[in-house]
T-cell receptor
Framework: GENVEQHPSTLSVQEGDSAVIKCTYS??????FPWYKQELGKRPQLIID?????GEKKDQRIAVTLNKTAKHFSLHITETQPEDSAVYFC?????????FGKGTMLLVSP | SAVISQKPSRDICQRGTSLTIQCQVD?????MFWYRQQPGQSLTLIAT?????????ESGFVIDKFPISRPNLTFSTLTVSNMSPEDSSIYLC????????????FGDGTRLSIL
């Protein structure tokens, strides 16, 4: 089955800095890669996703890049703000179900 | 996106008892899933709830422990049976809406504690 590795497990940045979270996947058939943000005690919320026919996608301060050859994808957050502090999960989907990474706790200090 | 309502939001139960969690969506959805999230951990898929037929369980999860129903396109239940302290976790309903390339969304979850 699919295996998704996510790094780093924790990331601390200063407000205004950029943050990058990286994931790798094992199944070359995977074709959909969403990212979820989960604040403490809240539901995971979809923040951005990318499909395998696209190399990059942006939404304001958030961007995701995908390298199918290397089987890795990354989340980029620019101009970080304290409200970006949360746990971020990457996921990969091939035939039917999502496989999640272990999560990255992002802490943005004012 | 669809509004997903889960009940109860939290519960404290005695070991050996069972609890049924409900997931109601405000629109018809294609797929419904049940996940477990232990404190500080990632999301683990328990099963895919199939309308009108038996759920599809992931490795390590069995129907006798986690019976699931999905009578229609907007509703599903997950029962946690014969609970033990190891079942203390957050249980989340997740859905994929109808139409092509629809994303997957999560409910607020049910926080379950077993004494």
């Amino acid at each position: 089955g699919e295996n998704v590795e996510q790094h780093p497990s924790t990331l601390s940045v200063q407000e205004g800095d950029s943050a990058v979270i990286k994931c790798t996947y094992s199944d070359s058939a995977s074709n959909y890669f969403p990212w979820y943000k989960q604040e403490l005690g809240k539901r995971p919320q979809l923040i951005i996703d990318i499909r395998s026919n696209v190399g990059e996608k942006k939404d304001q301060r958030i961007a995701v890049t995908l390298n199918k050859t290397a089987k890795h994808f990354s989340l980029h957050i620019t101009e970080t703000q304290p409200e970006d502090s949360a746990v971020y999960f990457c996921a990969a989907k091939g035939y039917s179900t999502l496989t999640f990474g272990k999560g990255t706790m992002l802490l943005v200090s004012p | 996106s669809a509004v997903i309502s889960q009940k109860p939001s939290r519960d404290i139960c005695q070991r050996g008892t069972s609890l049924t969690i409900q997931c109601q969506v405000d629109s018809q959805v294609t797929m419904m899933f049940w996940y477990r999230q232990q404190p500080g951990q990632s999301l683990t898929l328990i099963a895919t709830a199939n309308q009108g037929s038996e759920a599809t369980y992931e490795s390590g999860f069995v129907i006798d422990k986690f019976p699931i129903s999905r009578p229609n396109l907007t509703f599903s239940t997950l029962t946690v049976s014969n609970m033990s302290p190891e079942d203390s976790s957050i249980y989340l309903c997740s859905v994929v809406g109808q139409g092509s390339n629809q994303p997957q969304h999560f409910g607020d979850g049910t926080r379950l504690s077993i004494l």
